[in-house]
């Protein structure tokens, strides 16, 4: 049993072939056309039609077609309802790609099909609840309960980047003051460590921007390795309000686990540990309770292909 | 069908006999007994067994027998986990009934069934997610998840109270610092109004005070109502709070409906709708997405015991 998976970023759209184990035996990228209805599915039609002709798999050992979306989606319709990244509302993307091809199509929210993905491919198969997070441009969360995705009253469940956790603080793209994605987005992370530059340029976050060009959500984490005092400065604060966001989403759902993914995950074993211990210190009953797992996202490159798939092929 | 409905509080053991249809044909009420396993099971024996031999209904009409304990339990195998409110910890409720009177037992955390109390018997009939809130002594969280209650790992979920909402602001009972039920329950309430009254003694809040012999959460309202300066700001800051924990909730869930119960929610309908209008403005991309309901909660004398029974007539 075989699924596609496609995974419609605002840069391009990726699609491959995927098995019931995860492996991706064909994989084809093209690039994403932004701002047109007609032309988003024009590209979606070709990408498909590409991996189906030339598929070393028989078309009916291929179960149905799973898309990734970064935007708000009503999935029992298969209707992307708005998306800021790729500039289109109101794209019926499920029916168009089942009437073309005559099989089936699931449409999700990129972050769900992440925390998806994670369930049937990554590090949480023996999982039931899980909160999935990405640290990257913003903070978006995918929910999972009982091995299904929570895709809440009309697909807009899973912002819990906009939760408040600095009440009347920094002003947020949504318009709120205080969301968690103001300070723990790496956007967040890379407006400090600009800031800290600006304050500090003897600090040593100064001389790896230099040298790497620009000032990345890696740039604080390099220099505090270092042991530079500012970095350490700018990367506590920064673990400090991702945990903030975490602790609070342990206490409301209690999940087997949060997985984090997106860049910042990459910063690896250092991150994690720290989060993991403000996490146990900081929830509720930490003593009592059975500790959330804070762990990782096990699937890299190709978690949205991945992602999308596991629509078609989970549980 | 029925079932017995048993609601463990904090002052008395609340027990009925509750039909498919939500009505309670037989009711008793005893004297909670707290700080000792032993005697709790033992009230809770006694309990039962009056409400099954002066019961109206024959033995093979009853279904089970469910019960509603404030604290953490481990609901898959009816066991409290801990109780601050009834000084326990570890208690066999579900296998000790089941043994003794040969009926099924399901156990539940209070606010658990208030939630699913109101999706069996109130006004989430026909929903499908609900987030329940109660404002009273602290701030308890309900999730119920296609019709099911969300309990999380351990049963620890369910928290919502102890999200923090302004990092770094007044100390919680739960060690953080901020937390939503530092501002919106009852208790901060009561604490705001007393702080007011203090610096403001000619408020009309002072007067209502000495009245009714102490501050309550119903002061400020009463005062506010009555066009007092000073309560109005108290209120407001109030609501302000109260509605910045529900948009959070409705960010990250995105549920049918935020039903607030307690004694706050006794305030009718010019809090929920200043709380409505909050969340309205408030909530992510509100233009484009469906709203959530936020209603009253609707069970009230007797929603412990339909919400306790609910578990064992639902769905």
């Known amino acids: 049993m075989y699924a596609i998976g496609i995974d419609i970023g605002g840069m391009s759209l990726k699609g491959g072939i995927v098995s019931k184990q995860g492996e991706i035996i064909r994989k084809v990228t093209v690039k994403t056309v932004t701002g047109s209805r007609s032309r988003l599915m024009n590209s979606l039609f070709e990408l498909t039609s590409d991996l189906l002709n030339n598929s070393p798999i028989s078309r009916d050992q291929l179960k149905s077609v799973g898309v990734g979306v970064p935007g708000t989606v009503e999935p029992?319709?298969?209707?992307l309802i708005y998306s800021n990244n790729i500039k289109v509302s109101h794209v019926d993307i499920g029916a168009g790609i089942s009437q073309r091809f005559?099989?089936?199509?699931?449409?999700?929210n990129d972050a769900n099909c992440a925390?998806?993905?994670?369930?049937?491919f990554g590090c949480a198969?023996?999982?039931k609840n899980i909160v999935f997070i990405t640290l990257g441009t913003g903070v978006?969360?995918?929910?999972?309960?009982n091995r299904k995705i929570h895709s809440g009253a009309g697909g807009a469940g899973g912002e819990g980047g906009h939760m408040v956790i600095k009440k009347g603080g920094l002003k947020c793209t949504c318009g709120r003051k205080g969301c968690w994605e103001a300070y723990a987005s790496a956007t967040a992370l890379i407006r400090e460590t600009t800031k800290a530059i600006k304050k500090y340029p003897d600090s040593l976050m100064s001389q790896i921007a230099k040298d790497e060009g620009k000032v990345s959500g890696r740039t604080a984490f390099r220099a505090a390795e270092k042991c530079d005092a500012q970095a350490i400065n700018v990367v506590d604060q920064y673990i400090e309000d991702v945990a903030c966001g975490i602790t609070?989403?342990?206490?409301?759902?209690?999940?087997?686990?949060?997985?984090?993914g997106g860049?910042?995950?990459?910063?690896?074993?250092?991150f994690i540990n720290e989060i993991i211990k403000h996490v146990n210190r900081d929830s509720?009953?930490?003593?009592?309770?059975p500790a959330t797992k804070i762990v990782r996202a096990e699937l890299k490159n190709d978690a949205g292909i991945l992602g999308a798939a596991a629509l078609c092929l989970g549980n």
């Open 140 to 145: 978006g969360t995918g929910i999972v309960v």
């Open 263 to 270: 860049g910042i995950s990459n910063e690896g074993d250092f």
């Open 248 to 260: 609070n989403l342990v206490n409301i759902f209690r999940p087997d686990a949060v997985i984090i």
């Open 76 to 79: 029992y319709e298969g209707h």
């Open 125 to 127: 198969k023996s999982m």
């Open 284 to 289: 509720y009953g930490s003593t009592r309770n």
């Open 102 to 108: 005559a099989v089936g199509c699931a449409v999700e």
């Open 115 to 120: 925390a998806l993905g994670e369930m049937v």
